[in-house]
Every structure is written in C-alpha cells, then in structure tokens.
Nanobody, 120 residues
Framework: QVQLVESGGGLVQAGDSLRLSCAAS????????MGWFRQAPGKEREFVAA?????YYAASVKGRFTISRDNAKNTVFLQMNSLKPEDTAVYYC????????????????WGQGTQVTVSS
C-alpha cells in the first residue's frame, strides 16, 4: 500500500512558478512509476508528466514543467514555470508498479490533489 500526499499548490499570476511536492509512504518508492495528472472543472483528468528513470511530458507542458524524484526522501516534484491560466486545475500525484501506459489514468495509487490557480 502506498499513500501519497501532495503539497505546494496555490494562487499565482500568469508567468509565475510553483513547485509541487508529493510525499509517498512505503519502502519500495524507487520501484514505482510516478505521475502527475490534473483536472480542471468540467474536464477529464489529463496526464501532465511521469518519471521512472526517464521523464515523460504532455505536449502542453513540455519545456515549462519538470518532473523529478528524490528516492531517498520518497518524494516526487513538479516544477512548473511560465504558468498560464489554462494550467489552472487540481493536480494529482499518482503511483503505479508498471512501466507502460504512463499517460493513462490507470495508476494504482492517488493523492488527494492540490489546487493550482493561475490568474491572468
């Protein structure tokens, strides 16, 4: 069982940066694929980024967002730069034990989400 707790969301202006963190429980964190998804009001949950050793990004965030992980601290991060109003959403951290279908919401464990609001 893995528990995930996100933090770092908030209200920022367009062009600002935020860093989200996701703290995970469990002793096998380094073996999990970790992902970030987001869900805006009235929209489906969408893939943002994932990391195993390599990193993977949605086209809409590539070049602006960076996913990283610290296996010693059981934590995954999402550095978000040049934020846009369309990045406004609840951001979810997720974990899975497999290394495929990274961009689909078929992850085994989910955090409770953290709100990111970007004003224009």
């Amino acid at each position: 069982q893995v528990q995930l707790v996100e933090s770092g969301g908030g209200l920022v202006q367009a062009g600002d940066s935020l860093r989200l963190s996701c703290a995970a429980s469990g002793r096998t964190f380094s073996t999990y694929t970790m992902g970030w998804f987001r869900q805006a009001p009235g929209k489906e949950r969408e893939f943002v980024a994932a990391i195993i050793r390599s990193t993977y990004y949605a086209a809409s965030v590539k070049g602006r967002f960076t996913i990283s992980r610290d296996n010693a601290k059981n934590t995954v991060f999402l550095q978000m730069n040049s934020l846009k109003p369309e990045d406004t959403a609840v951001y979810y951290c997720a974990a899975k034990g497999t290394r495929y279908d990274l961009s689909t919401p078929e992850y085994d464990y989910w955090g409770q989400g953290t709100q990111v609001t970007v004003s224009s």
